[in-house]
């Protein structure tokens, strides 16, 4: 038969198929960034924390336009995930727009997982106890130890400085009775497009273990919580070295990768 007329099918030479090329990850995200969601406003970042804004800015930096709010979020109970989750639900709802909302919990091991998202409550009672601690701790100063009435006053300046020592006792203090100091701090970030969307949540955790405080205690409990590898407690360390192993920075990571895979494009106003 003539190969110029037979079918296709028919025909005696062979033909070389080509080979399909491997499309890489980063194509890949710039092939979804293509056809993405636009944003028409930046993500809403819910905190009134000075220090984690700070922090989340440093870890964040250009990636991902967004501004902070401050909004009353009921204290709610649960599983970390749920409690980001429903914090994300409400905020979207507050804002009607795109939010971003984090839950942070120190866990116990030996303790089995306490006192996990209750941390928050945990310090605001050690705050108040430290405050009519700190009430208490002057009366006896002055009273006992004549201390000048100057050094009363700039003692009662320093922001604290009898809360913080409660913070430092109570909180380490609760593994007394306990060998296993072990403890993983946890990060639940919730990303919410609005508030008719369900939000997606991203865990970041790291391992570590309760110490005596050590470094400054102006972030939480950063002063009693050693991540493991490392024989600095959060506090001590230099805060770009904290970001790189931090569970909010890992947390952060997974939140700009689904932004990039997702992605989301930010309208320039």
Not at 167 to 191: I, Q
Request: with cysteine; net charge neutral.
């Amino acid at each position: 038969m003539d190969d110029s007329i037979s079918p296709f099918c028919f025909r005696k030479h062979s033909l070389k198929l080509k080979k399909k090329k491997k499309i890489s990850k980063e194509e890949m995200a710039v092939a979804k960034a293509a056809s993405g969601v636009l944003l028409s406003r930046p993500v809403t970042f819910v905190t009134g924390n000075a220090k984690k804004l700070e922090e989340v800015r440093a870890i964040l930096g250009q990636s991902i336009p967004f501004q902070s709010l401050k909004l009353d979020l009921p204290e709610l109970q649960g599983e970390p995930e749920e409690i980001s989750k429903e914090k994300a639900r409400l905020a979207a709802v507050e804002v009607n727009g795109p939010v971003l909302v984090e839950d942070t919990c120190l866990c116990f091991n030996a303790l089995k997982g306490l006192p996990g998202p209750y941390i928050f409550n945990l310090v605001l009672f050690i705050e108040f106890s430290g405050v009519i601690f700190n009430n208490f701790v002057l009366t006896i100063l002055f009273r006992v130890l004549l201390l000048p009435s100057s050094n009363m006053i700039m003692i009662h300046a320093e922001s604290g400085f009898c809360r913080r020592l409660v913070m430092k006792v109570c909180l380490n203090n609760l593994l007394m009775a306990y060998e296993d100091k072990s403890a993983y701090a946890l990060c639940a970030f919730s990303f919410a497009l609005g508030p008719d969307v369900e939000p997606i949540t991203f865990l970041g955790k790291t391992p570590g273990m309760i110490v005596p405080a050590r470094g400054p205690n102006d972030f939480g409990w950063d002063p009693i919580f050693q991540p493991d590898g490392y024989e600095q407690t959060y506090a001590e360390m230099a805060k770009d070295e904290k970001n790189k192993i931090s569970h909010r920075s890992k947390a952060l990571d997974m939140v700009k990768s689904h932004f990039v895979e997702a992605g989301y494009i930010f309208q320039d106003k």
